[in-house]
């Protein structure tokens, strides 16, 4: 028997606390970034608000339950040109394997930036160490970009 997963829009009021076990799973096992619950609740509630970022929010489900969830962010570099950059979906380690929560969370966000506001590309974050993201992205088409993203702190 196949479960079937939905992709859905995030709603604050009834996905939140679904949502953190997610994330705390997900910082723990997955994220190339570290992050807490508070900043990301933070993140959620202002995205929530902004009509720009609203949609931006989806979540898979499987048998009514979360267990996947994807945004991007859209940026105007200096050039005045739009970016946007599709974020490494979150998913728990045990729930996600041969499920392609991420691969349908990522195509319903291409399509909702392609229809929606238009834009052509967009960019994703994976490195070289993540072997299972960069083998869903060659899946979906994605090439490496001739940009790499350095860091320094300062």
Known sequence: MKILIVIDRYDPRSDKEALKEIFEDFIENKSYFFSHWNK??????RRSLDLQYRNSMVVAKEEGKIIGFGTYTLFRD???NDRVVIHQVLT???ESFKKGIEEKIVRELQLYIKRTLKIDKVYYICPDSDSALRSLLIKLGVKKSKYIW???DI
């Open 78 to 80: 200096y050039l005045g």
């Open 92 to 94: 728990k380690k045990e």
């Open 150 to 152: 350095y860091e320094y």
């Open 40 to 45: 990301f609740e933070e993140e959620l509630n």
